[in-house]
């Protein structure tokens, strides 16, 4: 049978654009030979609709799209397309109101063949506030041209006994296709990217194929929705091999034919490659979707700033880019000096803002109340929350968004300044590790110097008072990141942290603390894009609580 994976990036709610892309990849699929059309997971209404599924009317208007989908695309084409389905048991037998569902469209017609049983409600994902279970997986098979096709549903296809060291729910849906006849199983996703996800979803299909001995269809959603980045990835795997590269990052339709020998190995990315893509993607989707065209940041002769400019630049173009230096009387040449360079680097507008009188006028302003104490962390602060507001008024002034620049490793121990180094719409590289920050500025440069070498190679500092280094609060990052690793990402007690980095256990303590008082200003920072299993987004801690590690 020749199928067409279709990898389409929807926008949640935009009924009419998501069946316009659907109608149009219908149509190619057709074109070009295709017997089945299969896309992602809850295409018709877009991927996380989240607490849109309660209302009445969202769910009216996605069921009138669906019976308007299936009288537009080709009526000889079978098409699977992801959609809400009601559950009808609910108002007698209760359980939740809707199904996770994948529709059969064919000949002018809307049927439900599968439904979802594995829901998560790990990360990120929360599916079993609006979605019953489907306890019948091994129902969703149909006959297509002779083949038995099974259909499950992105985490469906996560619970393989013989793959996973420990399986987190009862049954595999996918054994229970096969077992139900299924010759060829084809997988409807909206499965965000993380570091490392792209070559682990691919083994982990493949080894459900050479399980099963029948070929792996894996469909996958693309595009930005702002914290959840998809990287598509869409794959057709035998136990010989995929049947072509997969794509990431952009739009695609590939038709595969699952009578065909497929030997091809998908050849590895660079994880700063992938980071690159899942960013600069991020960014233009996070701009198109709210309908913003430019973005302003400060400019701080720093790596953070330097590099989230760079992937700006990338993303919308050095025309929507502005960026701006706000020296106090405590920045040194250099960074003034390496702001510019950027600047011109990037081919951006570039503006220079000196905060020294607007800061004293604060002072002034504060001079009673501050009387009779010693400068310090306020006053600091103060610097930043004065960049804060003149970046704001900018945006509001002509249109843009504020990006911030911090990186996770500032985040995670409150290394930053509220309303102020935090002010913006989107955190772009707040889930990079500063490690990550700097190994990501040498990739991009690997063709030629676009981040000031300096830039790179300055020791960080905050420039808020004469002669301040980030080491003098917090470890070198090449020691400070593998400690946060251990406590953030992996939740590591401080002990476990301690022996396994080689860090003094009293040091790790410390830091742990830090990251327990940072908590608050983590519920306030902007959305930040998500490349990591542990991002803010997903790290589900509370705010306030007494509990510490003895």
């Not at 299909?205 to 693309?222: K, T």
Request: hydrophobic content about 45%; glycine content about 8%.
């Amino acid at each position: 049978m020749k199928v067409a994976l279709c990898q389409i990036d929807t926008t949640v709610g935009d009924f009419a654009g998501n069946s316009a892309r659907i109608v149009a990849a219908a149509r190619e699929a057709q074109q070009l030979g295709a017997q089945l059309a299969v896309f992602p997971e809850l295409a018709i209404c877009g991927y996380p609709p989240e607490d849109l599924l309660v209302s009445a009317s969202f769910l009216a208007r996605h069921d009138a799209m669906l019976r308007e989908l299936a009288a537009n695309v080709p009526p000889a084409l079978h098409v699977l397309v992801g959609c809400v389905e009601r559950n009808p048991a609910a108002p007698d037998r209760g359980g939740r109101p809707l199904h996770n569902a994948v529709a059969m469209l064919h000949g002018g017609q809307a049927r439900i063949v599968a439904r979802k049983s594995l829901l998560p409600t790990y990360d990120v994902f929360d599916e079993s506030r609006y979605f019953e279970p489907w306890t019948a997986p091994g129902r969703n098979v149909v006959t297509l041209h002779g083949v038995r096709v099974g259909i499950v549903v992105c985490e469906d296809g996560w619970n393989d006994e013989h793959f996973f060291d420990r399986r987190i729910y009862a049954i595999d849906p996918v054994e229970e296709v096969v077992r139900a006849g299924a010759e060829i199983v084809v997988n409807l996703s909206a499965s965000p990217w993380l570091r490392g996800k792209e070559a682990f979803r691919h083994r982990m299909v493949a080894a459900a194929a050479a399980r099963h001995g029948v070929p792996m269809l894996y469909v996958n959603m693309v595009g930005g929705d702002v914290a959840l980045q998809f990287d598509g990835g869409s794959l057709a795997v035998k136990s010989t091999g995929v049947a072509c590269q997969p794509i990431a990052f952009r739009e695609a339709l590939i038709v595969v034919d699952t009578d065909e020998p497929w030997t091809e190995t998908p050849r590895p990315q660079a994880v700063e490659a992938m980071q690159y893509a899942a960013i600069v993607q991020g960014i233009g989707a996070y701009l198109r979707k709210f309908g913003f065209r430019s973005v302003v940041l400060g400019l701080s002769g720093g790596i953070d700033s330097a590099l989230v400019a760079t992937l700006a630049v990338d993303a919308i173009g050095r025309e929507n880019v502005v960026g701006v230096a706000m020296p106090s009387r405590f920045s040194s040449d250099h960074s003034l000096e390496d702001a510019r360079a950027l600047a011109t680097n990037l081919g951006i507008r570039f503006e220079v803002l000196p905060i020294d009188t607007v800061q004293q006028a604060f002072l002034g302003a504060l001079e009673p109340s501050f009387a009779g104490t010693t400068p310090g962390i306020a006053e600091e602060n103060l610097q930043a929350r004065v960049r804060g507001s003149l970046l704001m008024a900018l945006a509001n002034k002509h249109g843009h968004l504020v990006l911030t620049t911090g990186n996770k490793s500032e985040c995670a121990v409150g290394y930053c300044t509220i309303y102020g180094d935090t002010n913006g719409a989107l955190a772009p590289i707040a889930d990079l590790w500063k490690t990550e920050v700097w190994d990501l500025a040498r990739w991009i440069n690997r063709d030629g110097e676009r981040i000031p070498r300096r830039s790179i190679d300055k020791a960080p500092s905050a420039e808020l008072r004469p002669g301040q280094l980030d080491t003098d609060s917090l470890p070198p990052y090449p020691e400070l990141d593998p400690v946060l690793r251990c406590l953030v990402e992996e939740n590591l007690s401080v002990e476990a942290t301690a022996e396994r980095t080689g860090m003094a256990r009293a040091r790790v303590a410390d830091l742990f603390a830090k990251i327990q008082a940072a908590e608050w200003k983590r519920h306030q920072y902007p959305p930040t894009l998500k490349l990591s299993e542990r991002c803010w987004t997903g790290r589900r801690m509370p705010i306030a609580h007494r509990y510490r590690e003895n």
